[in-house]
């Protein structure tokens, strides 16, 4: 069985331009995740587990959701035969395909990538821990939103037109905020990130923006007149004043900052043409910066998910992806999560918009 699902990862095997897809466990992998227990490194990270996490299975369940729509997601995505970003989108595809249970322990692989809605959300909790202290460290936290107007489709744009507009963009912020620190004469303390959201049916349907947390509402308000200053010279007017915004933030501003990052699913139909050429712009860039004395705090990453397995039996087994019952099955076909979806969900899986 080892050396036949050995095949089956050697033949999705992918060799085009872009992130190496972290998908191929090589025989030994396999081996050690089957009879993982006994190997040293297994132990270790066995021994990160959270044991008392008491919602392992509402997890499973979350992440068979999650599965079912990345899988429809990165599907659409390579219909588009000419995309330097096909082997990322099938490492997509391919991310947890096989599940592995030690005992109480499941083990899958992450593929790592943006269009991935599992490694996604599970980059924005990191994101979250990671930017928390510094969060909490701010005195008068305040939530801005930088936008530039909509875009032209790329088939006027042009690929690299959008990618060079973005890398504009983020030049203009730090000049932005180095024009108000010195303007100010102290620090700007400020946690931003960049989104493009998609109105697939509009002439222009790009629109590029950015959301941040700035500390202090003097420097929030200077932020957003030095931004339209930057854009509207001369007494032209290429942003709208009234497009800038700025709130007083809370703990649940952090989280809406860094869903923006990852946030793939709207109620606009996905087109995509327009996903791609956005995943295209940012393949390889920085969507989050600091400014000022934030500092992330490190928090370990891996390419490896784990978590308890307290619904099922104790037993070593591997589970596979089968997404006609949109769930992980064992060779006799019994399911791993039991997740059932209701018809929201199937809705939401088939046509990857929310309902209006
Ligand atoms: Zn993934």
Known sequence: MVSEMKQK?????????????????DGGDLLYAVLGVTANNALDTIGQVDQNDPSSQDKALKKALSKAIS??????????????????YHSAMDCMKYVFQN???L??????QRTCLICSKLHTSKML??????????VDPQFVVLTYGRLPHVSEIGYEGLQFTFEALRKDLTNVIRRCK??????????GTFECAIDPYKQNPFHPHFNLIVDGYESAKMIKQEWIKEHNVGGQENISPDAQYIRSADKGSLK?????????????????????????????????????SIRAHRIKSSNEEMFVADWLPNQTEVFKYTPKVFDW??????????????QDEIDLIKSLKYKK
């Open 71 to 88: 899988l429809t997601l990165n599907g659409r995505l390579l219909t588009l035969e000419d995309t330097p970003m096909r082997s990322r």
């Open 129 to 138: 821990r990671s930017y928390t202290p510094e969060f909490d460290k701010m």
């Open 182 to 191: 010195r303007k100010l004469g102290r620090q700007v303390n400020a946690i």
């Open 9 to 25: 990862y050697v033949k999705s095997t992918i060799s085009e331009e872009g992130k190496p897809p972290n998908l191929v466990p």
């Open 256 to 292: 809406e900052l860094f869903k923006y990052v990852t946030k793939m699913l709207g109620k606009n139909d996905f087109d995509a043409v327009c996903y791609d050429a956005v995943q295209r712009a940012i393949a390889n860039k920085r969507t989050v910066f600091t400014f000022g």
């Open 103 to 105: 005992g109480q322990v």
């Open 329 to 342: 099955t064992d060779p006799k076909r019994n399911r791993l999560t039991g997740f059932n979806p209701n």
């Open 107 to 112: 083990w899958s692989r992450l593929c790592g």
